[in-house]
Structure formats: structure tokens, C-alpha cells
């Protein structure tokens, strides 16, 4: 479980993230949704730790984590996958060494069954035999998908997505929602999944936050946020630019 | 309409932050020296990358300094007043204790600093650093810890290379452009010799290698603002350490000699 209460982020004189309060159970699958500045990725990073808040606490599996040692953050970390918006694949490294750094550091695998895991884990995401090829030769797409393999090799609890299906066409944002979807049907794994494409929204998450100006505007379910009667929530799921203007 | 007095309390503001945080990252990685045989690998490949593939370079610089030395020297002794062999002291006194060190510190401030400073820097900025910490490990010991160590390895067996070729350069043209015999040369560079001036180079080129490769993690690790805040950690990489160099240099000079 997650629980994160009154939490303050800001950098020098400007405030991105101002008294956020919320809770993902077990087996959640919850989107954050905003503008682009809405403090959507700081807002994960706090969650994993990489990002310290100035005020406010981040509570994983009832441990806090603001005030961990790296050592003690490492643990909590080696139940967490995290997906970049691009992937962050590292640039010297071949796909498969991409995946199988962290099985050699968390686990104590063999190397037979370290390669076997990153096998399976490009199997799932269809990108079956791409261990020998380097990450600058992998599009955009491809790079999220080995980004989402690198995460799940280590089978974790939890599974943070920082924009997963930015910048892909229609059919890539289709495949990866499904293999978001996939990973959670097992009901095992917690999502949290940063985006501002509701399509992916509606397709994988079963609850939404949106956060607006630093704060929770709407927390609600993906049909509730259909219907609800706030101009700001409206002018993002429709994404009419009319709708509000600026300052309102 | 006054804020301009204010840039240099600012300027220095920021600088000592700067320092304070350099100070921090080092401590960090001093921390991770114990456990340095878990990076063995990454050491031997950086050691390497600023070792091996800097030998051309550093033999290229090095001889060409020889070169100079000897033919500096011997327009300085045209008067006749000065014995011939006195080139071969100028030149191994001044390779050994100064040119091979800072010639090679120079060298390697463009080749190595501005290089591990793009690459850490491009690896900030592309979240592959945080993509590091979210996998459990520490990017201090894996990325700052290695090379630091490999420079401090490699740089004074690069400068016992640049002696060896600084000299050979300097005999070269002491024999074929001056009236000096190698017999001559090498009588010159053995009666100046003392064995501390060599390891005075050498202890020189320790401390290079360390302030070149932290300074430049150090920019790379902190670097924001996407390819324009790579730029600027690179440049600010090159100006500081060649800074540092000259810095250093005295008072390693002050403190040893």
C-alpha cells in the first residue's frame, strides 16, 4: 500500500506540488493525469524516493520512506519497477544487459536463469531476441518496451509508469495500455501510471487523480471523471483549450 | 535597476554552494571506496578508456614538448658561456617535473573531463541516472567511484610515459637540429637527475588525474536543462579544471619542494 500525506514539493520560489493527500491499495491501478508542469513525474519520484519532498510524508508497505537511508531504500526499491517516459535505457549497455543489471544486483539468480528472465521478459513485451541490440538502435516505441520489460524482470509489486504511451502512434499506445493491463490482471502488482492521454486512462487505470495548479483536483473512478461538473476536469478530458481560460 | 550590485554576492553565493555540494558528492563517494571490488570491472574498463586510449595522444604531446624544450634551451646557450650538455639538464629537469605533468593534466582536461562530463551529463538528462537509483544502486559507486579511481591509477603511469618521451623528444632535437651529441644529451640529463623529481611528476599527475575526473563528474552528476545544460557542463568542466591545474601546481610545488 501506498499512502502519501501532506505533501509539499517546490522548487526555488515556485511550488509544484501543494498539500497532495492520497492511498493506492493493493492491486490498484491508479492514473495521474495534468497538464504538462502539473508536477505528474515529481510527484512519482517522490513515491520512489528520488525526488525528497519539503514537507509531507510517503509512506510504502508502511514504511517511511522520506527520511530512508539509501541502504533502507534500496530494499523498498527492489519491489518497485519503474518506467521512464523514454525509457532511460542505459546507452552503453545492450538490451539484455539493460535488463539483467538489476537481476544480477537484487537477486541471487544464476546466470543460466538471469538469461532465461530476460528472455521471458522480452517475450512478453514482444521484443523476443533484441538482447544483443544497442538502445540507439530501438525506436521510441521499442525503447518503452524494453524500458517495461527492464521493470518487470525483477517481478515487482509495484509498477510505476511515467508517461508510458507519450509520443507513440495509436497502435504502439494500444499495445503497450494492453500490456499495462496485462501486468495487472494477475493482481499482483500496484500501478501507478503518470499520463495525460485519457484514452490510456480509460483503457488501464480504475481510478483516476488529476492533479491541477500543484493540487488533487478530481479522485475519482474513469467514469466518474466523465461526468463530473468542473470546467478544469472537463477542459482536460476533452482537451478543449476554450473551456477555462488562463487564470480562472 | 540596482540588481547588478548583487551579482557578484550571487556569483559568490553560488560558488560556495557549488563547492559545498562538490564537497558533499565527494565524501559520498570517499564513503563507497570500501566497497571498490564490487566495480572492478567498471574500473579496468575506465582505466581503459582514460589510460589506454590516451597513450597516443599523451606520446604525441609529450614528444613535441621534448622537442621545444631542447630547442629553447639551446637558443638560450647560443653565447658559447654554457657547456652543450646543459640541454640535457634543462630538458629532463624541466619534462620530469613540470611539462610531462601539466602538458599531460592539459591534454587530458580536454580528452577525458569534457568526455566523462557529456556522458554523465547526457545520462542526467536522460533520466538514465535515476533509472540507476530506481534499480537499487548507488550512482556514486557505479559511475563517479570507478572513474575517479581509474585516473588515479592511470595518470602517473601516463606521465612516466610522457618522461619517456618527452626526453626522447628533446635528445631528437638537441642531436639533429643543434651541435649536441646524444653522449652530450645524456650526461646533462644524469648529472641534474635526482630520483624525487621524477616522483614529484608523478605525484603531480595523481593529484591531476583526481581533481580532472571529479570535477568533471561533479558537472556531469549535476547538470539540468537538456543538451544546452550538457554544453555548459562540459565547458564548465574544461575551464575549471585547466583552473585547477595551474592551481594545484603551485601548490603542490610549495608543498613538496
Redesign the interface.
Given at each position: 500500500m501506498i499512502e502519501v500525506k501532506n505533501l509539499f514539493k517546490s522548487y526555488g520560489d515556485k511550488g509544484v506540488l501543494s498539500d497532495i493527500n492520497f492511498s493506492v491499495v493493493q492491486g490498484q491501478s491508479v492514473a495521474i493525469v495534468g497538464k504538462s508542469g502539473a508536477g505528474k513525474s515529481v510527484l512519482l519520484?517522490c513515491l520512489?524516493g528520488?525526488v525528497k519532498p519539503d514537507e509531507g510524508t510517503v509512506y510504502v508497505d508502511n514504511k517511511l520512506i522520506n527520511t530512508m537511508s539509501?541502504r533502507q531504500?534500496?530494499e523498498i526499491?527492489?519491489n518497485?519497477g519503474?518506467v521512464?517516459?523514454?525509457g532511460?535505457?542505459?546507452?552503453s549497455m545492450t538490451v539484455g544487459e539493460n535488463i539483467s543489471?538489476?537481476l544480477h544486483?537484487?537477486t541471487k539468480l544464476s546466470d543460466d536463469e538471469i538469461q532465461e528472465r530476460v528472455f521471458n521478459s522480452l517475450e512478453e513485451v514482444d521484443m523476443a531476441g533484441t538482447e544483443n541490440i544497442m538502445p540507439s538502435e530501438l525506436s521510441g516505441g521499442m525503447k518503452k518496451r524494453v524500458g517495461i520489460a527492464?521493470a518487470i524482470a525483477?517481478k515487482p509489486t509495484y509498477l510505476f509508469y511515467d508517461e508510458p504511451t507519450t509520443g507513440l502512434d495509436p497502435i504502439m499506445t494500444d499495445g503497450i495500455n494492453r500490456l499495462i493491463t496485462k501486468f495487472q490482471s494477475t493482481g499482483e502488482v500496484t500501478s501507478v501510471i503518470i499520463t495525460h492521454e485519457m484514452r490510456t486512462v480509460y483503457d488501464v487505470a480504475d481510478r483516476v487523480l488529476l492533479l491541477h495548479d500543484g493540487k488533487i483536483r478530481f479522485d475519482g473512478s474513469p467514469d466518474e471523471i466523465k461526468n463530473v461538473d468542473d470546467m478544469v476536469v472537463q477542459q482536460f478530458i476533452t482537451g478543449n483549450s476554450t473551456l477555462v481560460k488562463k487564470g480562472d | 535597476m540596482f540588481r547588478f550590485l548583487f551579482y557578484p554576492f550571487n556569483f559568490l553565493i553560488d560558488s560556495l554552494e557549488g563547492v559545498g555540494r562538490y564537497v558533499e558528492l565527494m565524501a559520498s563517494m570517499f564513503r563507497s571506496l570500501f566497497s571498490w571490488h564490487k566495480y572492478l570491472s567498471l574500473i579496468v574498463d575506465q582505466m581503459f578508456h582514460i589510460g589506454v586510449l590516451s597513450i597516443p595522444i599523451v606520446i604525441l604531446t609529450s614528444l613535441f614538448s621534448g622537442m621545444v624544450t631542447s630547442v629553447q634551451a639551446a637558443y638560450q646557450f647560443e653565447s658559447g658561456f654554457v657547456p652543450n650538455w646543459f640541454v640535457g639538464s634543462i630538458v629532463g629537469e624541466s619534462i620530469l617535473m613540470e611539462l610531462a605533468p601539466m602538458m599531460t593534466g592539459l591534454v587530458m582536461t580536454g580528452r577525458i573531463g569534457a568526455t566523462i562530463a557529456a556522458e554523465i551529463g547526457t545520462m542526467r538528462v536522460s533520466e538514465q541516472i535515476d533509472a540507476l537509483e530506481s534499480l537499487s544502486f548507488d550512482p556514486v559507486s557505479f559511475l563517479i567511484l570507478p572513474r575517479v579511481l581509474a585516473a588515479a591509477i592511470m595518470f602517473p603511469m601516463l606521465i612516466v610515459i610522457a618522461d619517456c618521451f618527452g626526453i626522447i623528444g628533446g635528445l631528437f632535437a638537441a642531436v639533429n637540429a643543434m651541435d649536441v651529441s646524444h653522449l652530450e644529451f645524456i650526461r646533462g640529463l644524469r648529472n641534474w637527475f635526482r630520483p624525487w623529481d621524477a616522483w614529484f611528476g608523478l605525484i603531480k599527475g595523481l593529484f591531476f588525474g583526481v581533481a580532472i575526473t571529479s570535477i568533471a563528474c561533479y558537472q556531469g552528476f549535476y547538470t539540468t536543462g537538456g543538451a544546452t545544460g550538457v554544453g555548459r557542463s562540459t565547458t564548465a568542466t574544461v575551464v575549471i579544471s585547466c583552473v585547477a591545474i595551474v592551481f594545484l601546481d603551485y601548490i603542490l610545488a610549495a608543498i613538496l619542494l
Open positions: 519520484k520512489i528520488l539509501f531504500l534500496q526499491r527492489s518497485i519503474m521512464f517516459q523514454f532511460a535505457l542505459f546507452d543489471l538489476a544486483k537484487l527492464r525483477i | -
